[in-house]
């Protein structure tokens, strides 16, 4: 498109419309956004920042407020503890002036985690953006936390499980593998062994008949390696049935997983002879489901209602009154769309189709929102005869906002772009499928090339050509070594870029033989392939699932089922916990081992006391164990069964503590603080109140709780605080800072900067409305005293006298440049004019000259009249003193010439003035009595600079100045530009003539006379 060169746009407005559109932009992203110019002065923000910061964003001023002035609010809001606020801004700068971006993560007051990025740019500003990150640090300590489950279930399954590679060397063994094989004794190491050499020993002692054991181990390792699944059972010499399944990988290794069958083929025995003690196994599973803290649902193969416990039917069935064995999970779910329990927002047969897709192919674990508002954690997989197992948890409290149910709702790739670290997927051939924005921006070495079907090659050696190279790599080796760990994952490893961070990179491969990646800047947990065997565990497998310590007892007191996690956490004597055991032998046998503190008095009155207890199944208690604080909880089933179960609540025992430490930390910092703080409720009635306000009011805060301030302050001055309160509590925004004048319980008048704050509820309600107010009275008394010197001394006198007692110090003499300014023919003006216009005409000459001393660094010494004498380097030298008298003098010269110019133009005769200026010592300090002090500036220096300005009218010249001040300017770096030498002049009263310099520039530009 051609342009229209007769009206090209303008550079300026360019740059105003892009400023426009980046505010415009800033102001609706939903990070907070800051810029700090070098100096640490707000330069913009946006509103977001204010909010997630918990500041009033318009009390944020650009170009007034400061990061220190930020940190002091937060610090006084005890999110720093007890540190000083000038201490964090030094530890905050420290980190973020390295120019590499600072990156730190705290929770606010709030309670909300905020991720806060700082980068100081190359001209020293300082951006900082803050990101709301609860929900992903949610996210990440729940994936912890099932990370750390698996972990311990795959350590305590009561199955045998061990992996080999393609080369046949072990990769992975639990032990109780070893266990089942009876190889305790033998000595296998990760990654070393061999397959052959776990199958000779048993063929050693026999375990697969007589022969050659070489050839037997030769044939069994040849049996597992052959491609197929295989599976077996034998009996042990130990009498132990042991069965073994083994599968093939994809990349030719092999799954052994061995299986104690003995009960089950003891089972298979006892069949025919056992019938009723089999049912009353099942009663007491029965019972132990009912015990589950979840809702229990078990569907059979044909998807018919088989057993459920009542925590499901009474809290998580929309359709209780249908739960009815054998009725179809279909007609189930039917009738809850009927009765309008589908979700919001999804039609009565969209939820249908998608919950029996769901229920016949589980997905895993997943979150739904129920109507009455409540979240539920939905699990359900597939048993071995084909039925659902599902359990119904209520999660509600772990979720904390709307935006975490929608997270689990998103597709695929929008959990990928929700990913914190770098993410990137290669398919089978090595080429690109897709990537996160945070990968493309911080991980990738060629951002611009990563476009679908890129080999990873291409992207590997075009990273290599410019020169990103990890520290220490030859760049052809890095590229070899590179591919191969890419291609062949060996686990997580870090690389040093050359940008200073280090990265650590995940990579495994698919089941279609892709490559994920991962990029990270800290240790994150991979994912656990036992997940997917998790779909496999039975009912029992379920219950030992359960985080809490689980035991079951029958009618005759005796030990009938317990979980992994009672043995190994919850009893005081595991080795003995055995089925049949009774409650009162456990008991024996942890007083005989000293185990009960205190030891009772009387042991046999003691066990009677306490088996009594037990088996009234009514107890709840906690006790104290090992340093750790126990839960237990006791109840009788229906058929007489006792179930107890352990939870460790140490945790939250201790949270508990640290709660009350903070409270206590917190009361004692509200009531350190100079300052008024207190909390009101929704009636205006005091629940917090600080001992700073109860000295102001009179009165002990304890005694303010549940009253209003009108019962300390009066009714106009308490009736304020009420109005002030409700229009917070209407609004749901804070009052910014204002001023309000009190006196005190002494009389005592006072200012307070008062600002006042909502909390709210989790229903975003104003529950209570927080008041914070200053005494600004002394600072108001102080800021009016300084704008009253400001009026009569120059700002730099005005500075002088705020900081010390003694400002001008001792009388001395030193350097200085003196200029003298007087307005021509002001006599016969002042003759010709009123009195009001002379007056007039003569503020605004000196305000002018007043003005152009002080932009160029000089003391204004006195007003004359109709001019001024000014002085440069007091009460203390700069080193640029003769160069700014100098400036100063040309300056007020070019100053009248432009001011001429506007009174010609309205009428207005011009205004002349003559202008000296000279360097030399002078004698300076202050004079006068107690009751009236002055700073003189007196001395031969002044007279010559008065005569000089005499000089500038006989020379017609605007300024004359010395050669003394001259030379002394050039040598300060200043400039004598348009200033001519004219040679020695006798001044008036010396005797000696000095050389002098004038300026005639306001004569030539406006040929004033």
Same mark, same amino acid.
């Given at each position: 498109?051609?342009?229209?060169?007769?009206?090209?746009?303008?550079?300026?407005?360019?740059?105003?419309?892009?400023?426009?559109?980046?505010?415009?932009?800033?102001?609706?992203?939903?990070?907070?956004?800051?810029?700090?110019?070098?100096?640490?002065?707000?330069?913009?923000?946006?509103?977001?920042?204010?909010?997630?910061?918990?500041?009033?964003?318009?009390?944020?001023?650009?170009?007034?407020?400061?990061?220190?002035?930020?940190?002091?609010?937060?610090?006084?809001?005890?999110?720093?503890?007890?540190?000083?606020?000038?201490?964090?801004?030094?530890?905050?700068?420290?980190?973020?002036?390295?120019?590499?971006?600072?990156?730190?993560?705290?929770?606010?007051?709030?309670?909300?985690?905020?991720?806060?990025?700082?980068?100081?740019?190359?001209?020293?500003?300082?951006?900082?953006?803050?990101?709301?990150?609860?929900?992903?640090?949610?996210?990440?300590?729940?994936?912890?936390?099932?990370?750390?489950?698996?972990?311990?279930?795959?350590?305590?399954?009561?199955?045998?499980?061990?992996?080999?590679?393609?080369?046949?060397?072990?990769?992975?063994?639990?032990?109780?593998?070893?266990?089942?094989?009876?190889?305790?004794?033998?000595?296998?190491?990760?990654?070393?062994?061999?397959?052959?050499?776990?199958?000779?020993?048993?063929?050693?002692?026999?375990?697969?008949?007589?022969?050659?054991?070489?050839?037997?181990?030769?044939?069994?390792?040849?049996?597992?390696?052959?491609?197929?699944?295989?599976?077996?059972?034998?009996?042990?010499?130990?009498?132990?049935?042991?069965?073994?399944?083994?599968?093939?990988?994809?990349?030719?290794?092999?799954?052994?997983?061995?299986?104690?069958?003995?009960?089950?083929?003891?089972?298979?025995?006892?069949?025919?002879?056992?019938?009723?003690?089999?049912?009353?196994?099942?009663?007491?599973?029965?019972?132990?489901?009912?015990? =589950?803290?979840?809702? #229990?649902? &078990? +569907? *059979?193969?044909?998807? @018919?209602? $088989? /057993?459920? %416990?009542?925590? !499901?039917?009474?809290?998580?069935?929309?359709?209780?009154?249908?739960?009815?064995?054998?009725?179809?999970?279909?007609?189930?779910?039917?009738?809850?769309?009927?009765?309008?329990?589908?979700?919001?927002?999804?039609?009565?047969?969209?939820?249908?189709?998608?919950?029996?897709?769901?229920?016949?192919?589980?997905?895993?674990?997943?979150?739904?929102?129920?109507?009455?508002?409540?979240?539920?954690?939905?699990?359900?997989?597939?048993?071995?005869?084909?039925?659902?197992?599902?359990?119904?948890?209520?999660?509600?409290?772990?979720?904390?906002?709307?935006?975490?149910?929608?997270?689990?709702?998103?597709?695929?790739?929008?959990?990928?772009?929700? =990913?914190?670290?770098? #993410?990137? &997927? +290669? *398919?089978?051939?090595? @080429?690109? $499928? /897709?990537? %996160?924005?945070? !990968?493309?921006?911080?991980?990738?070495?060629?951002?611009?090339?990563?476009?679908?079907?890129?080999?990873?090659?291409?992207?590997?050696?075009?990273?290599?050509?410019?020169?990103?190279?990890?520290?220490?790599?030859?760049?052809?080796?890095?590229?070899?070594?590179?591919?191969?760990?890419?291609?062949?994952?060996?686990?997580?490893?870090?690389?040093?870029?050359?940008?200073?961070?280090?990265?650590?990179?995940?990579?495994?491969?698919?089941?279609?033989?892709?490559?994920?990646?991962?990029?990270?800047?800290?240790?994150?947990?991979?994912?656990?392939?036992?997940?997917?065997?998790?779909?496999?565990?039975?009912?029992?497998?379920?219950?030992?699932?359960?985080?809490?310590? #689980?035991?079951?007892?029958?009618?005759?007191? @005796?030990? $009938?089922?317990? %979980?992994?996690? !009672?043995?190994?956490?919850?009893?005081?004597?595991?080795?003995?916990?055995?089925?049949?055991?009774?409650?009162?032998?456990?008991?024996?046998?942890?007083?005989?081992?000293?185990?009960?503190?205190?030891?009772?008095?009387?042991?046999?009155?003691?066990?009677?006391?306490?088996?009594?207890?037990?088996?009234?199944?009514?107890?709840?208690?906690?006790?104290?164990?090992?340093?750790?604080?126990?839960?237990?909880?006791?109840?009788?089933?229906?058929?007489?069964?006792?179930?107890?179960?352990?939870?460790?609540?140490?945790?939250?025992?201790?949270?508990?503590?640290?709660?009350?430490?903070?409270?206590?930390?917190?009361?004692?910092?509200?009531?350190?603080?100079?300052?008024?703080?207190?909390?009101?409720?929704?009636?205006? @009635?005091? $629940?917090?109140? %600080?001992?700073?306000?109860?000295?102001?009011?009179?009165?002990?805060?304890?005694?303010?709780?549940?009253?209003?301030?009108?019962?300390?302050?009066?009714?106009?001055?308490?009736?304020?605080?009420?109005?002030?309160?409700?229009?917070?509590?209407?609004?749901?925004?804070?009052?910014?800072?204002?001023?309000?004048?009190?006196?005190?319980?002494?009389?005592?008048?006072?200012?307070?900067?008062?600002?006042?704050?909502?909390?709210?509820?989790?229903?975003?309600?104003?529950?209570?409305?927080?008041?914070?107010?200053?005494?600004?009275?002394?600072?108001?008394?102080?800021?009016?005293?300084?704008?009253?010197?400001?009026?009569?001394?120059?700002?730099?006198?005005?500075?002088?006298?705020?900081?010390?007692?003694?400002?001008?110090?001792?009388?001395?003499?030193?350097?200085?440049?003196?200029?003298?300014?007087?307005?021509?023919?002001?006599?016969?003006?002042?003759?010709?004019?009123?009195?009001?216009?002379?007056?007039?005409?003569?503020?605004?000459?000196?305000?002018?000259?007043?003005?152009?001393?002080?932009?160029?660094?000089?003391?204004?010494?006195?007003?004359?009249?109709?001019?001024?004498?000014?002085?440069?380097?007091?009460?203390?030298?700069?080193?640029?003193?003769?160069?700014?008298?100098?400036?100063?003098?040309?300056?007020?010269?070019?100053?009248?010439?432009?001011?001429?110019?506007?009174?010609?133009?309205?009428?207005?005769?011009?205004?002349?003035?003559?202008?000296?200026?000279?360097?030399?010592?002078?004698?300076?300090?202050?004079?006068?009595?107690?009751?009236?002090?002055?700073?003189?500036?007196?001395?031969?220096?002044?007279?010559?600079?008065?005569?000089?300005?005499?000089?500038?009218?006989?020379?017609?010249?605007?300024?004359?100045?010395?050669?003394?001040?001259?030379?002394?300017?050039?040598?300060?770096?200043?400039?004598?530009?348009?200033?001519?030498?004219?040679?020695?002049?006798?001044?008036?009263?010396?005797?000696?003539?000095?050389?002098?310099?004038?300026?005639?520039?306001?004569?030539?530009?406006?040929?004033?006379?």
């Amino acid at each position: 498109m051609a342009s229209d060169e007769s009206n090209p746009p303008r550079h300026g407005d360019a740059l105003d419309s892009t400023y426009r559109l980046l505010e415009t932009t800033i102001a609706h992203v939903d990070q907070g956004i800051a810029l700090f110019d070098a100096d640490l002065r707000l330069i913009l923000r946006n509103r977001q920042y204010g909010i997630l910061l918990g500041i009033d964003p318009d009390s944020l001023r650009p170009g007034v407020t400061s990061m220190l002035d930020i940190v002091r609010v937060l610090a006084a809001r005890g999110e720093f503890g007890n540190r000083d606020a000038q201490d964090v801004l030094d530890d905050v700068m420290a980190r973020t002036l390295t120019g590499t971006a600072a990156r730190i993560d705290r929770m606010n007051f709030q309670g909300r985690w905020i991720q806060v990025n700082r980068k100081r740019l190359p001209d020293g500003s300082i951006v900082i953006t803050l990101t709301d990150v609860t929900a992903a640090r949610a996210a990440e300590d729940a994936l912890a936390r099932t990370h750390a489950l698996l972990a311990t279930t795959f350590a305590n399954m009561d199955q045998g499980f061990s992996v080999y590679g393609p080369d046949r060397v072990l990769l992975a063994c639990n032990a109780r593998h070893l266990v089942l094989l009876g190889l305790t004794d033998h000595e296998f190491v990760i990654g070393r062994t061999r397959i052959e050499e776990m199958i000779r020993p048993l063929a050693v002692r026999g375990e697969y008949g007589p022969g050659d054991p070489d050839a037997i181990t030769a044939q069994r390792a040849d049996w597992l390696f052959a491609g197929k699944p295989a599976r077996g059972e034998r009996r042990m010499n130990n009498g132990v049935w042991v069965q073994l399944n083994s599968n093939p990988l994809p990349d030719g290794g092999v799954v052994v997983t061995l299986t104690d069958v003995t009960a089950i083929k003891e089972a298979e025995r006892k069949l025919e002879a056992s019938r009723d003690e089999a049912m009353r196994a099942r009663m007491q599973l029965s019972d132990a489901v009912e015990a =589950i803290a979840d809702g #229990f649902v &078990l +569907w *059979d193969a044909q998807d @018919r209602l $088989v /057993a459920f %416990n009542s925590r !499901y039917r009474d809290e998580h069935s929309y359709v209780p009154d249908m739960l009815k064995p054998g009725v179809r999970f279909e007609d189930v779910i039917r009738e809850s769309a009927r009765r309008g329990m589908s979700p919001p927002g999804i039609a009565p047969e969209e939820w249908v189709q998608r919950r029996l897709r769901e229920h016949r192919d589980p997905p895993g674990p997943y979150v739904i929102r129920r109507r009455d508002g409540r979240w539920l954690q939905m699990t359900e997989y597939r048993t071995l005869e084909g039925g659902v197992v599902g359990i119904r948890a209520d999660v509600t409290r772990l979720l904390t906002s709307e935006e975490a149910a929608k997270a689990s709702q998103r597709r695929l790739m929008e959990a990928i772009e929700a =990913i914190s670290e770098g #993410f990137v &997927l +290669w *398919d089978a051939d090595d @080429r690109l $499928v /897709a990537f %996160n924005s945070r !990968y493309r921006d911080e991980y990738s070495f060629a951002p611009e090339m990563l476009q679908p079907g890129i080999s990873f090659e291409a992207i590997i050696r075009e990273s290599v050509r410019r020169g990103m190279v990890p520290v220490g790599y030859d760049p052809e080796q890095w590229v070899r070594d590179r591919i191969d760990q890419h291609r062949n994952p060996r686990g997580p490893y870090i690389v040093e870029r050359r940008d200073g961070r280090s990265v650590m990179i995940t990579e495994y491969k698919t089941q279609e033989g892709g490559i994920v990646g991962i990029r990270t800047d800290v240790t994150r947990l991979r994912e656990s392939e036992a997940a997917a065997k998790a779909s496999q565990l039975r009912l029992v497998a379920a219950i030992e699932s359960v985080p809490q310590g #689980f035991v079951i007892y029958g009618p005759d007191d @005796r030990v $009938v089922l317990y %979980n992994s996690r !009672y043995l190994e956490r919850f009893t005081l004597v595991p080795e003995i916990v055995r089925p049949g055991l009774s409650f009162e032998e456990l008991t024996r046998e942890a007083l005989k081992r000293g185990l009960v503190a205190p030891a009772p008095e009387d042991p046999e009155r003691w066990i009677a006391e306490h088996v009594a207890a037990h088996r009234a199944a009514a107890r709840k208690f906690v006790s104290h164990r090992n340093n750790r604080w126990i839960a237990v909880e006791e109840s009788r089933t229906e058929n007489g069964d006792i179930v107890v179960i352990h939870t460790d609540i140490t945790d939250l025992k201790q949270r508990e503590r640290e709660l009350t430490r903070s409270r206590r930390l917190l009361r004692g910092v509200i009531d350190a603080v100079p300052a008024i703080i207190n909390v009101k409720d929704r009636q205006s @009635r005091y $629940v917090l109140m %600080n001992r700073f306000q109860g000295e102001v009011y009179g009165v002990d805060p304890a005694d303010a709780i549940g009253r209003v301030s009108a019962d300390f302050v009066g009714a106009r001055y308490g009736g304020e605080s009420n109005a002030m309160d409700e229009q917070v509590i209407r609004s749901g925004a804070a009052l910014p800072w204002s001023e309000r004048e009190f006196v005190d319980v002494n009389g005592t008048p006072h200012t307070w900067l008062t600002a006042k704050l909502p909390l709210k509820d989790d229903r975003d309600r104003v529950e209570n409305v927080v008041t914070v107010a200053l005494d600004i009275t002394q600072l108001k008394a102080t800021d009016r005293a300084r704008a009253n010197l400001s009026r009569y001394l120059a700002p730099s006198m005005v500075d002088a006298l705020a900081r010390t007692d003694e400002p001008f110090g001792p009388p001395r003499l030193q350097p200085v440049a003196v200029l003298f300014a007087d307005m021509v023919g002001f006599t016969r003006l002042a003759a010709s004019e009123a009195p009001e216009a002379v007056f007039q005409l003569l503020r605004a000459f000196n305000g002018q000259l007043a003005r152009t001393v002080f932009d160029n660094g000089g003391t204004l010494d006195k007003f004359t009249g109709d001019g001024i004498m000014a002085t440069f380097g007091t009460p203390a030298p700069t080193g640029r003193d003769a160069a700014n008298a100098l400036t100063c003098a040309r300056a007020i010269a070019a100053g009248l010439a432009e001011w001429n110019r506007a009174r010609v133009a309205i009428g207005a005769p011009p205004i002349r003035v003559g202008i000296g200026v000279h360097w030399g010592d002078a004698l300076m300090g202050t004079i006068g009595d107690e009751h009236r002090l002055e700073f003189a500036v007196v001395g031969d220096t002044v007279n010559v600079a008065s005569r000089l300005e005499t000089l500038s009218r006989e020379l017609d010249a605007d300024v004359a100045a010395s050669d003394a001040l001259i030379a002394k300017a050039r040598e300060q770096g200043g400039s004598a530009d348009g200033f001519v030498e004219r040679g020695p002049q006798v001044l008036r009263g010396r005797n000696e003539p000095v050389a002098v310099w004038t300026l005639a520039l306001a004569r030539r530009r406006d040929g004033a006379e």
